[in-house]
């Protein structure tokens, strides 16, 4: 049994797959808190991450992952929103594996580019390449790390990001 009052639920997956739109969504309806990795790095380097791609690189940004990640991981109860490339790291898979139950929101990326626009906040977009193709791209790369560091996947193409929560709350409830 999984005991989800002490262990942190981590949301991985592509851009676009509704990780912090979920996540916010379980720690309001659980009471519990919730911490997206993005925000708290931006918060941490009092910098935009795509000013740490531009200025300092992406080593830089996936060090600063890490040691979030790190924080994060010796807390408990959390609801997590991760990075898209969090996986990555071997050694962030392992603080994950080891330090909560990890759910994947999985969806094609014909869907994740309906779901986003190239911004400033996506900062390995490319805006001369087409979004699908840049998606498939990094699918290619990382899903085989998605799908060995979650407990669980849900496909989220066809459902909203509140039906996404409802089946993620009814897995805890089942589990604990």
């Known amino acids: 049994m999984v005991d989800f009052s002490t262990q942190n639920l981590y949301l991985i997956g592509m851009m676009g797959s509704w990780k ?11 009471g519990r808190e919730f911490s997206d990795i993005d925000t708290m790095i931006e918060s941490h380097t009092k ?32 609801i997590v929103s991760t990075g898209g490339g969090i996986i990555l790291s071997k050694e ?10 990890t759910i994947f929101l999985n969806a094609p990326p014909s869907v994740l580019a309906k779901r986003i626009k190239i911004s400033k906040k996506r900062p390995i977009l490319n805006p001369e390449i087409s979004l699908e193709k840049q998606l ?18 849900i496909e989220t193409d066809e459902l909203s990001s509140k039906e996404v929560a409802e089946l993620i709350l009814r897995i805890i409830r089942n589990t604990e």
């Open 92 to 101: 962030n898979r392992k603080i994950i594996k080891e330090s909560g139950y």
């Open 20 to 30: 912090t739109t979920v996540g916010k969504i379980l720690a309001n309806v659980l």
């Open 136 to 153: 498939q791209d990094i699918w290619s790369d990382r899903k085989d790390w998605y799908n060995s560091t979650a407990n669980k996947t």
């Open 47 to 78: 910098m935009k991450i795509s000013d740490i791609f531009d200025l300092l690189g992406e080593n830089k940004f996936r060090k600063e992952e890490t040691h979030v990640l790190t924080q994060i991981s010796e807390s408990s109860g959390a």
